[in-house]
């Protein structure tokens, strides 16, 4: 079952069927849950492009599948994540407006030490703020940051 899944992922290109698009992101995500679950992992490229292709998808349900393997794999074997798969994670919760996960996502990077540089996922989280009309935010969770490190260091 796996393989099949992972060759449909290394494709990149999905059925313009939605069904069949559905069908294969399903696929492809339990593939992913069944290796991880035996404490093994896909290769880097193909972890990596589910949850590209995750994020990429306009549905709620697919953004938070994408969530929760960025923080599984930041927990379990951060090496595994690039940071163009983070940015485009950071970029579609901007797009649907999800602060509070974007935050989290963040302060989980923190906490397992990827540091990635600034650019990357402050501005995300600099437009989120502007987006929501809260500013201070930002800057109260950019101190909860830099405590989080000074007393981890």
């Not at 995300?124 to 101190?143: H, Q, T």
Request: hydrophobic fraction near 40%.
């Amino acid at each position: 079952m796996w393989r099949r899944a992972l060759n449909l992922l290394q494709q990149r290109h999905f059925s313009s069927s939605p069904l069949n698009q559905k069908t294969n992101t399903d696929e492809a995500w339990k593939s992913f849950k069944a290796l991880t679950n035996s404490s093994s992992f896909p290769s880097k490229p193909l972890t990596n492009s589910l949850i590209t292709h995750l994020s990429s998808l306009t549905d709620t349900h697919n953004l938070k599948r994408a969530f929760a393997s960025v923080v599984f794999l930041l927990e379990k074997n951060p090496n595994l994540l690039e940071y163009g798969t983070v940015d485009t994670l950071l970029n579609s919760m901007k797009e649907s407006n999800t602060s509070a996960p974007a935050y989290a996502l963040v302060k989980c990077m923190f906490k397992n030490r990827y540091f990635m540089p600034f650019h990357i996922w402050g501005n995300v989280l600099v437009e989120i703020s502007r987006k929501n009309g809260n500013f201070e935010a930002f800057w109260v969770f950019l101190m909860r940051i830099v405590g989080l490190l000074w007393m981890r260091s």
